[in-house]
């Protein structure tokens, strides 16, 4: 009679071992926090006021500064010309043309940079409203403007979303790589909002 042995095969306990769990899902990452969110903030919201109100006051002063002092150039100059003759008439007369040229180019200058500036406010992300803080007398202080308006907006974003956050738990989150950054978001809302900085909502503004 044949015996057969009996050989133990090799048992694989993988196969009935529970399958892996799903890794954990990264948790959503913060949503970008918009001008009116910190204006809600009534602490944010008064300072807002305050500036507005400050800046306000200021353009007012300087405008009726500027106009006073219009008004009184304008009685020096009548008061030249009555004591003028003709030649001298002629040669004021001239020199006032050329002068009124030169502020017209100036102006054309200025409207010029403008947009070239609102253009690059666009391109960094940063408010339009921006626009009216910015020295256009020529292109070097120009730039040199808005190089000081973006350090000055941005470090003030920042002071307002640490504010915002103190105290808060610190929230895990991926940033992909198109998000914008809490500066972008922030002038974004600005811009849709119409909400200006201070030096924006000045009536006297030029």
Known sequence: ??????????????????????????????????????????????????????????????????????LEEAKTEAGKLAKMNADQKAEYERQQRETKLSEREAEITRRELRAQALETLAEKGLPKQL?????????????????????????????????RLKGEPPKAGNKGPGTSSVGENFAKAANDSGKAPAAALNPWAQ
Do not use: C
Not at 40 to 56: G, V
């Open 1 to 70: 009679m044949t015996r057969y042995r009996k050989y133990a095969l090799p048992l694989n306990l993988q196969l009935f071992a529970d399958p892996p769990a799903d890794p954990p899902a990264d948790p959503p990452a913060d949503p970008p926090i918009s001008f009116d969110d910190l204006l809600k903030d009534k602490a944010h919201q008064s300072e807002f006021d305050k500036r507005i109100a400050k800046a306000l006051e200021t353009a007012k002063t300087k405008w009726d500064a500027e106009s006073a002092a219009k």
């Open 131 to 163: 626009a009216d803080l910015l020295d256009y007398t020529d292109a070097d202080k120009t730039n040199a403007s808005i190089a000081a308006a973006e350090t000055a907006f941005r470090a003030a974003v920042e002071a307002g979303v640490n504010e």
